[in-house]
Nanobody
Framework: QVALVESGGGLVRPGGSLRLSCAASGFAFSDYAMSWVRQAPGKGLEWVSDISSRGGFTYYADSVKGRFVVSRDDAWNTLYLQMNSLKPEDTAVYYC?????????????????RGQGTQVTVSS
């Protein structure tokens, strides 16, 4: 069965960096686009970034553009999110999701699986 397991979250000071990972299993990882979404306390899901199958296309929400970088290692079935220049408003639970096809999207769109999430807290 499909499993997505995020890791790498934690407490970081404003301006700091974190690298999130998402280990995928149970499907042909390289054939699907993947996404990162987040949910801040008391708010709905917010799309963060997408990467197409095999990594040819990447997209970012305006709120993270220039600070976050999404990547994937298809040999290891792992999705990454490098987060730099973190701000308190980046505090949220971060989830990876599996898209329905090889095409990356902008916005929440459709996905069929989501991991359990990893907490990122940005605070001094």
């Amino acid at each position: 069965q499909v499993a997505l397991v995020e890791s790498g979250g934690g407490l970081v000071r404003p301006g700091g960096s974190l690298r999130l990972s998402c280990a995928a299993s149970g499907f042909a990882f390289s054939d699907y686009a993947m996404s990162w979404v987040r949910q801040a306390p008391g708010k709905g899901l917010e799309w963060v970034s997408d990467i197409s199958s095999r990594g040819g296309f990447t997209y970012y929400a305006d709120s993270v553009k220039g600070r976050f970088v999404v990547s994937r290692d298809d040999a290891w079935n792992t999705l990454y999110l490098q987060m730099n220049s973190l701000k308190p408003e980046d505090t949220a639970v971060y989830y990876c999701t599996k898209r329905l096809s090889l095409f990356a999207l902008t916005g929440l769109g459709a996905y069929d699986y989501r991991g359990q999430g990893t907490q990122v807290t940005v605070s001094s």
